[in-house]
């Protein structure tokens, strides 16, 4: 959030103004990037096998693994967890445009994950983009690190019936020389948050919820009074809520 770029852009301007010597990498010969790309087909294919022996190979012994939603496993809860799909459910992970960089011992494998997954015949879609960072022991190269993080697309649209686009519009403030206009646009329900900025769609989930249409894909709750008039849009980012006040005689 604003926070953490803020933090991020003064912690890469004080790295700048000391000169801190870099670590060069090369981009790893093609025999070593398909090597680690083979081991990681292997290690996700067994993901839906339950094969415990195929993950207690490939894990280093202190390998950190965080998935999507930030939760973090060591090698022996990892390996413990791993079980057969259950009836009714598959599923399968291809290999997308990997890059690997080399640091000696140490090789970074940045790929897409393209996942394929079938639960009683209803088909869905998930990529990730997933860092891997590999060690060699002994002449073997170990899986040592994985975190991934969803690549954003957009979601099946639903059909909302009975909805009045027109209930929405209006200027909502979350502080001084800060308001959201909510309009309607050829029929589609939008807003803009400032003069001259870009008119940002918003697709309706059920009444009074819509989702954004960008990359974070927040959700847009319309939050109305005991009469039934729209007095609040709360914008739900990454589990928190920013309320915008619905500023009167506007809509």
Known sequence: MIMRTHWLVSALACLTALQ???????????VLRDQLVAI?????????LGKQDVWQRTLADDAVL???????????????????FPAGFSGSIELRDPHV??????????????????????????????????????????????AD????????KLTVGGLALDDYTGSYRYGPDRAWSV?????????????GRP??????IARDVFMGTDDERNLLIFRRDAAGHVTELVERRKFN????????GTG
């Open 199 to 204: 008119f940002n769609r918003i697709e309706p």
């Open 40 to 48: 990681t087909q292997a290690w996700v294919d067994a993901i839906p």
């Open 149 to 156: 993080v969803t690549i954003p697309t957009p979601p099946p």
């Open 101 to 146: 960089q080399q640091y000696g011992d140490t090789a970074l494998l940045r790929v897409e994950e393209y996942e394929r997954e079938s639960i009683f015949n209803q088909k869905f879609v998930v990529r990730y983009q997933s860092l891997l960072t590999f060690i060699r022991q002994a002449g073997t190269w170990k899986l040592a690190g994985y």
């Open 66 to 84: 965080i998935d999507e939603f930030g939760r973090i496993q060591h090698k022996k809860d990892a390996v413990a967890s791993l079980q057969p």
């Open 20 to 30: 801190v010597p870099t670590l060069d990498a090369a981009e790893a010969p093609t």
């Open 183 to 195: 309009s309607v646009k050829d029929g589609v329900l939008g807003y803009v948050t400032k003069a």
């Open 241 to 248: 809520d920013l309320h915008l006040a619905r500023e009167t």
